[in-house]
């Protein structure tokens, strides 16, 4: 189901999740009319960095019936390091079993192993360890 979900890029254009997914993804629903979503970016951008060099891992976030105006004016200077900034009218979210924003999900290898569901500490270590366990297990390490 994930491989072939479609969410729009930027410029509106269709694309498909399994493009964008790493061999373990964080999928991030957020939206910057929410204000918990907005409050967790911060976190989520460092946690961003501090596993950019790490090819197995990939952190996809998706805005939910946003603009993308809006999420560009939000994120500034920071979105450049978010390549992988799609879009979804609720659909992909909903077929997820997505109620609310902000919500995540752990993907290895296109399943979905675990899910975050409210406003998460991307700072906190039992959840950065748990995603470095899930990245370590996916790389045969």
């Known amino acids: 189901m994930l491989a072939r ?3 729009q890029d930027a410029s509106g254009r269709p694309v498909t999740l399994a493009g964008r997914f790493g061999r373990v993804s964080l999928l991030h629903f957020w939206a910057t009319w929410c204000r918990p979503c907005r409050a967790e970016v911060p976190a989520l951008l460092r946690l961003a960095a501090a596993r ?3 090819r197995d891992f990939a ?6 019936a946003d ?3 809006a999420v560009a004016a939000f994120l500034g200077d920071a979105r450049g390091a978010l390549a992988r900034m799609l879009y979804d009218d ?3 979210a909903r077929a ?3 109620e609310g924003v902000p919500e995540s999900y752990l993907v290895v290898d296109g399943r979905v192993v675990a899910s975050f569901v409210g406003a998460t500490d991307w700072d906190a ?3 950065r360890q748990r995603l470095t366990a899930a990245v370590s297990r996916a790389s045969g390490l």
């Open 96 to 98: 997820l079993g997505t």
């Open 5 to 7: 979900s479609a969410v």
């Open 67 to 69: 603009d993308p105006q």
């Open 125 to 127: 270590a039992s959840v």
């Open 90 to 92: 609720w659909t992909v």
């Open 59 to 64: 952190l996809v976030m998706v805005a939910v």
């Open 52 to 54: 950019h060099a790490d």
